[in-house]
């Protein structure tokens, strides 16, 4: 068993074909399953997902990305290794839905963000912010969102069996 | 109804207790008709009493008040009828059809797996109660436990189908018309109309309808042999001539036959209280006990249970002490146990069990029940018949005595057609006279049949005496011809003798008078005797020597027959009206020729299968109904008494002292009486059974070859019975194991048997015992392979529940392996070749040698199977390592781990997982683990074909199944790793080849193991080794 495990690569695992295309989740974590439910006027129904968003965007934050050496915009960074270094990640990017402008991400406003991620399988975790404008008109309704990553050969979206490769579902519920 | 008022007087709210009290009848009649049947039994048990045959006919008819003439009056016979029901055997109660079928569902091992599916059922619907999200596994595994019991159900039902129907056999032999006198007329009516007293008339090819006291007879002759086992027609006669009522001359037996002459009979008993009845009541009302195979099943069903509950309950606890919720614990206590279950075992057993059976209809043993196949294995005793499975039962000519000198006839089943070379005149008279003055003779269309398998017409003596002579001396048609008869007095029990007269073969126009007959009566008549062919006046000397050849001939238990005659004087010319009711020809001064000795010669094969048996440890006991110094005589013949062995009165003959100066211990072999044997207790017949190596039960009646059989089995010993006859059904059912002749066997005795011996050979018996001695020690290996893989299947579940890694094998895995991979390599077990001589070997004590022992299962689950479980690991460890899991990373992760909706589990190296990705990885494992197993079972699978032989003494190549079987397991789990499509039906993924690769170390590994080990066990007889781990 030792001798198996001295035989393993500390950087890359040996086999990574089990996870060539990466699954989406979403944040904030859903109290049931992949269903988001609050009331407008109930500041408690929905106080757990804003915990739930901000303590997942805390490593984003300026300081705590400040030692990640800069990407150029719109340039692929190439790198040879071995030694590896990521991008920053300003949360500017996730605009409405950064926290920084919103503390509370659009929930009372009854236009709540939830932030879609793909899977790191590697170095990648790419994360888009869904904000959705609910109207009165949609109140207590539940409307169903699904994201996908599309337009990419070689990422996976069609799994028959798992619902989180290259997409996620999710319902969202506003209520007044 | 004793019972009733009892009860009903005790009850305050019954006042006036009713002897009908409903209550009270009901208990009491269930008990009484319990406490009855068993009292009944005990009765039938016991021999017949009968005093009818000591009757004088004036009495007979004041018993049964019928006039000896008239018979009854029609309406009085009506009457009787009604009181005592018709004459036919009561059949027993039948089981039905679906009631066989579900002894076969439910019993023994089945009941195990029954027991497996409900709690899996028991298991999913707490998981569906309590709202879990069920994993339909439990499900799954109870669908096909019960699946698998069901096949396997239907598999021995169908084999085990011709089961016994003894009673209708019965029903079979009962006749269909009766010959009555019923006031004054003689009527034909239907044999179920026969009553106690009616006047009966039986002639030569009737079936005697009822129990008989004969009253008149002329020339009736009857054939017991269904009966009594005496091979010959034994002749009736109205005078009382012995105490016993089975061999008095005055009483014929319902459904016996009449082979010749007429008789008229008082009936005397009719349907179940004829003997017939009461035999076919004992054998279908005695209580058969369990096989041993059927012991050793049970016993391991109770090991393999002890060791579930063990477990499950320890875990159980341990999962409650690391937090788990009752029910979780619960499910997993279920889980535990259900692992257990070795759910391929019973399909394999009962294969190996079918494949030996099928090996042994083709050497001639076919066997009806299943688990009588090892029965005779462990056999201990066999307790045979002697007519028709040791003898030929063919009367065979063995002796002669004439010019004063005893000469030997070839008495093998195979005559050499050698001429009988005597030059003597003396010879040519005796062989003149047995043919003439004989009445048996060939049946037509026979040339081509050798001669000592023609069939004859006439009784055996007479047969015996026709083929004799036609082999070895000439052809007995052409004697006749030329000497035609023209005068017969045929045997009669008064006169003993035979008598006949032929015009003589020259052309003197003279003729021969020719007599045979029992040998005091024929000297009687003689006045000279031929010598060399010269005739010589009898003298005191010649008489000595006839005395003396006839006393020698005698004591070896052969019937002797003497042969004279007399060239009747010319004036007794051609044309002479012989009288024979009114002798008017001389019967005295005849010449004696010489003796003829007959016996029914042993088989050939028997005493070589005797000896067999007995290196095998098995004790032969002889038990027949002939008288002791013809069955003493077989017995020397073929061994069962052996060579240098004495009886009691041997001791004494030699010693020249008598018999109650011999302790009875220091004689090996004792021939026991049938007469001596009714007087006896059980404790005394017990006392016979373990001091006498070599014992012999002449004259024993139906009901005491049972009594026999019960002894030997209440001394521990397993008690084989062969026999052919209705006698030898009762202790045929009794015993172990019942072995019935194919050829001769009555329809009774085959079906009261469990296993037919197709030649009617008891040699045939020893290669039953080879056999069955063989798939008890297959089986066992068997079962220790099939056992080892348990550990490996059980340990994830437990791991994942101490450990909480992801499971390492599945439910489906594991019936993969169980009813898959393990199932052809389990089976071809049982055609491995016996280690060493298992002839030689001592039968196994059904106390101690038990089929799965403690050391059988802790070398299978402790040892092997560990190592088995290691393997597995190692390979799961491997595989999720490989993919980014580490294994101190995989410890408590199983709450994570199975989140449905955690999509972003991270490994060690930070990438993250979705569900469905991680499940992929799991149901890798899962296969990889199961492969594993196979290829460690590769080696079990070779370690597992002897137990204490090394391989390479066994020969690795020698069971091609075997290596049929490796190949089979392994292109299976090939198949189910990659063929498409598998990922979807039972989640296997396809492997990468360097994890197949991980177990083989521990393959190997498995092998040296245990090669040191039967190394230890060879070199160090009992030692630690052999006495910790031989199984």
């Known amino acids: ?176 | 109804m004793g019972f009733g008022r009892k009860r009903g007087s005790v009850s305050p709210h019954e006042p006036k207790p009713s002897p009908k009290s409903r209550r009270g009848t009901k208990t009491s009649n269930k008990k009484k008709t319990k406490q009855k049947k068993k009292k009944d039994m005990e009765e039938l048990k016991k021999e017949v009493v009968m005093d009818d045959h000591k009757l004088t006919l004036e009495e007979l008819s004041a018993k049964y008040s019928v006039d000896l003439t008239m018979g009854h009056s029609p309406e009085k016979a009506k009457e009787i009828l009604l009181r005592d029901g018709p004459n036919t055997l009561t059949p027993p109660p039948t089981t039905p059809e679906w009631v066989k079928f579900c002894k076969q569902l439910f019993g023994g091992f089945s009941l195990l797996l029954w027991t497996g599916a409900i709690l899996c059922f028991l298991a999913y619907g707490i998981q569906v109660h309590f709202g879990q999200k069920p994993a339909k596994d439990n499900m799954y595994l109870g669908l096909v436990l019960a699946f698998v019991v069901i096949i396997t159900g239907c598999f021995s039902y169908s084999q085990e189908a011709k089961s016994s129907r003894i009673m209708e056999s019965f029903k079979n032999m009962v006749p269909q018309q009766a010959l009555v006198i019923r006031g004054g007329e003689k009527i034909q009516i239907n044999a179920h109309e026969v009553v106690v007293g009616d006047l009966v008339d039986v002639k030569g090819g009737d079936r005697i309808p009822a129990d008989l006291r004969i009253i008149s007879s002329r020339g009736c002759k009857v054939d017991n042999s269904s009966l009594t086992g005496e091979s010959e027609p034994q002749s009736r006669s109205p005078e009382f001539t012995h105490e016993n009522p089975l061999e008095t001359k005055n009483i014929c037996f319902f459904s016996t036959n009449c082979v010749e002459g007429t008789a008229r009979g008082v009936v005397i008993a009719t349907g179940d209280l004829t003997v017939m009845g009461r035999i076919a009541s004992l054998t279908s009302g005695l209580a058969v006990g369990q096989t041993p195979i059927a012991a050793e099943i049970e016993h391991f069903i109770h090991l393999i249970t002890m060791v579930a509950v063990f477990l499950g309950v320890s875990f159980f606890l341990l999962a409650i002490l690391l937090g788990y919720t009752w029910l979780e614990a619960i499910i997993f206590l279920i889980g535990i146990i259900v692992a257990n279950v070795p759910e391929g075992l019973l399909a394999t057993v009962t294969v190996c069990l079918t494949l030996t059976a099928k090996r042994m209809a083709r050497k001639n043993c076919l066997v009806k029940n299943l688990e009588a196949v090892e029965t005779l294995g462990s056999t201990s005793t066999i307790c045979s018949d002697k007519t028709g499975t040791l003898t030929q039962n063919r009367m065979t000519v063995s002796h002669l005595w004439f010019d004063k000198t005893v000469y030997q006839a070839d008495t093998t089943e195979e005559h050499s057609g050698k001429l009988f070379g005597k030059g003597s005149d003396t010879w040519f008279v005796l062989a003149r006279i047995a043919a003439l003055c004989n009445q048996a003779d060939f049946k037509a269309h026979q040339e081509t049949v050798p001669i000592a398998k023609r069939v004859t017409t006439g009784d055996a003596s007479e047969s015996a005496l026709l083929k004799f002579i036609e082999q070895f001396h000439s052809s007995v048609k052409e004697m006749r011809e030329k000497n035609p008869k023209v005068a017969e007095i045929p045997f009669n029990s008064t006169n003993k003798y035979q008598l006949s007269i032929h015009l003589q073969e020259d052309s003197s126009q003279t003729h021969v008078l020719m007599m045979k007959g029992a040998p005091e009566r024929i000297l009687d008549f003689c006045s000279s005797f031929l010598l060399d062919g010269q005739e010589y006046p009898m003298d005191d000397e010649m008489r000595k020597d006839f005395q003396n050849a006839y006393l020698e001939l005698g004591g070896l238990g052969e019937r002797v027959l003497g042969f004279c005659f007399l060239n009747l004087p010319s004036h007794f010319s051609k044309g002479f009206p012989f009288n024979t009711d009114e002798i008017n020809f001389p019967v005295d001064n005849l010449c004696f020729v010489g003796l003829i000795s007959m016996i029914d010669p042993p088989r050939a094969a028997v005493p070589d299968a005797v000896s067999k048996c007995r290196d095998a440890g098995i004790k032969v006991i002889m038990v027949t109904g002939d008288h002791p110094i013809t069955a003493k005589a077989i017995a020397r013949g073929v061994g069962i008494i052996s060579e240098g062995s004495e009886t009691v009165e041997d001791i004494a003959t030699r010693l020249n002292i008598s018999v109650s100066q011999v302790s009875a211990r220091s004689a090996k072999a004792i021939v026991v009486h049938g007469s001596q044997l009714k007087e006896m207790s059980s404790k005394q017949l017990d006392k016979i059974l373990q001091n006498h190596k070599e014992i012999v039960f002449a004259r024993t009646s139906p009901q005491q070859k049972l009594l026999i059989v019960e002894g030997c089995q209440r001394l521990g010993a397993i008690v084989a019975v062969t026999g052919d006859g209705v006698n030898d059904s009762p202790a045929l059912k009794k015993a172990d194991i019942g072995i019935a002749m194919g050829i001769s066997g009555s329809d009774v005795s085959k079906q009261a048997a469990d296993m037919i011996l197709l030649d009617d050979n008891f040699a045939s018996i020893v290669t039953g015992v080879e056999e069955g001695r063989l798939i008890f020690d297959n089986l066992k290996k068997s079962i220790a392979y099939t056992l080892t893989s348990n550990i490996p299947e059980i340990t994830p579940f437990l791991l994942f529940i101490i450990l909480g890694i992801p499971l390492p094998l599945g439910t489906i895995t594991i019936l993969c392996i169980d009813l898959g991979t393990d199932m052809v390599p389990a089976i071809s077990l049982a055609y491995e070749p016996a280690e060493s001589d298992i002839m030689k070997r001592q039968p196994r004590n059904a106390k101690i040698d038990n089929l799965v022992n403690h050391r059988l299962i802790s070398m299978a689950y402790g040892q092997i199977g560990m190592i088995q479980a290691v393997a597995g690991f190692f390979t799961y460890f491997v595989i999720l390592a490989e993919n980014g899991f580490r294994p101190s990373e995989l410890l408590g992760i199983r709450l994570r781990w199975d989140d449905l909706f955690l999509n972003d589990l991270e490994d060690n190296y930070g990438q993250q997982w979705t569900f469905e990705q991680r499940k992929v990885v799991e149901f890798t494992c899962h296969t990889a683990f199961f492969v594993t197993i196979v290829v460690v079972q590769w080696s079990d699978l070779i370690i597992c074909k002897t137990r204490r032989n090394s391989i390479f003494q066994q020969g690795l190549f020698r069971n091609k199944i075997l290596l049929f079987g490796i190949l089979e397991e392994t292109l299976l789990a090939a198949f189910l790793s990659y063929c498409p499509g598998m990922d979807v039906a039972l989640r296997m993924y396809p492997l990468k080849l360097n994890w197949w690769l991980c177990s083989i170390p521990y393959s190997i590994f498995i092998f040296t193991y245990d090669e040191t080990r039967r190394f230890f066990i060879r070199h160090y007889p009992g030692g630690w080794v052999e006495r910790e781990t031989y199984y």
């Open chain 1, 1 to 176: 068993m030792w001798v198996m495990l001295q035989t393993l690569n500390d950087e890359v695992p040996k086999y990574r074909d089990q996870i060539p295309s990466p699954g989406l989740t979403v944040f904030p974590k859903p109290v049931t399953a992949l269903e988001y439910s609050f009331s407008m006027s109930n500041p408690k129904s929905y106080e757990g997902y804003i915990k739930d968003l901000k303590k997942f965007l805390e490593p984003y934050m300026a300081q705590e990305q400040k030692n990640v050496t800069g990407c150029r915009d719109g340039v692929l960074f190439e790198q040879k290794g071995p030694v590896y270094v990521a991008c920053p990640f300003p949360l500017t990017l996730l605009q409405p839905c950064s926290g920084t402008d919103d503390p509370n991400f659009g929930y009372p406003q009854g236009k709540p963000c939830v932030l879609v991620k793909m899977n790191r399988g590697g170095y990648l975790q790419p994360l888009v912010a869904v904000q959705l404008p609910f109207d009165h008109s949609g109140y207590g309704k539940e409307v169903t969102v699904e994201c996908k990553v599309d337009g990419s050969s070689n990422l996976k979206n069609q799994d028959d069996r798992d619902k989180f490769l290259g997409r996620v579902t999710f319902k969202v519920t506003v209520h007044a």
